[in-house]
């Protein structure tokens, strides 16, 4: 049986989800766990290291990254996931399902994948569905020129489509929301303000005051 909450943080590239995990982090303390997309568990941190690391992951198309996404996702879900909202844990997890909605179905123009998208996130997620999707949400112009400026990273091929890529992308996550319990922040905002929408988001999807 579900007993914890379910939060996934989102946006396009330079949205800023990195910090505001940390901030929920440091304000939620022992009652939540954080974990990521791709990996989140031993197996899926290896198909993370495949989807982002490997040099050859360029020439890889939408069908092999949708492939590989729903993959780690299932042993998230198995291993780290469902363990947690069954001790009563509020999960919160940087990217889930309308990563690959967003990224691979929409961003690359691949609308054929889109009822196996639904059968897959009914097959593999099941009752485990997210309480609430948080997106942070950023111009793609203004998003990328963040990630430039931050400097050498982790790779993130994806950094480097073209701007359409990312403008299709933000519009496949509003059309994914439309199906799913969702808060939508202004992430050009500075910090401070997008933290503060964050936890009214909180206060108001899920009753959690903060």
Not at 35 to 53: N, Q
Request: with cysteine; net charge positive; glycine share 8%.
């Amino acid at each position: 049986m579900k007993k914890g909450l379910f939060i996934v943080l989102d946006s396009g590239e330079g949205g800023g989800k990195g910090t505001q995990i940390k901030l929920l982090a440091k304000k939620l303390g022992e009652a939540a766990i954080i974990t990521r997309e791709p990996g989140g568990s031993p197996y899926a941190e290896e198909i993370r290291k495949i989807i982002k690391e490997s040099p050859n992951a360029k020439q890889a198309n939408s069908e092999t990254l949708f492939s590989l996404f729903w993959a780690a996702r299932a042993d998230h879900l198995k291993n780290t996931i469902i363990p947690a909202l069954k001790a009563g844990k509020i999960v919160i997890s940087d990217r889930f399902d309308a990563s690959t909605y967003g990224y691979q179905i929409v961003g690359e123009k691949n609308k054929k994948l889109e009822q196996l998208f639904w059968l897959m996130r009914k097959l593999v997620v099941g009752k485990y569905v997210p309480d609430l999707y948080i997106y942070l949400d950023i111009k793609p112009e203004i998003g990328l020129a963040r990630k430039t400026s931050q400097g050498a990273g982790e790779v993130a091929h994806f950094e480097e489509r073209e701007l359409a890529f990312h403008r299709r992308m933000r519009r496949g996550y509003r059309q994914f929301f439309k199906s799913v319990p969702h808060a939508i922040i202004n992430a050009n905002q500075p910090v401070e303000l997008v933290e503060c929408d964050i936890a009214e988001a909180f206060k108001k999807h899920l009753g959690l005051y903060f």
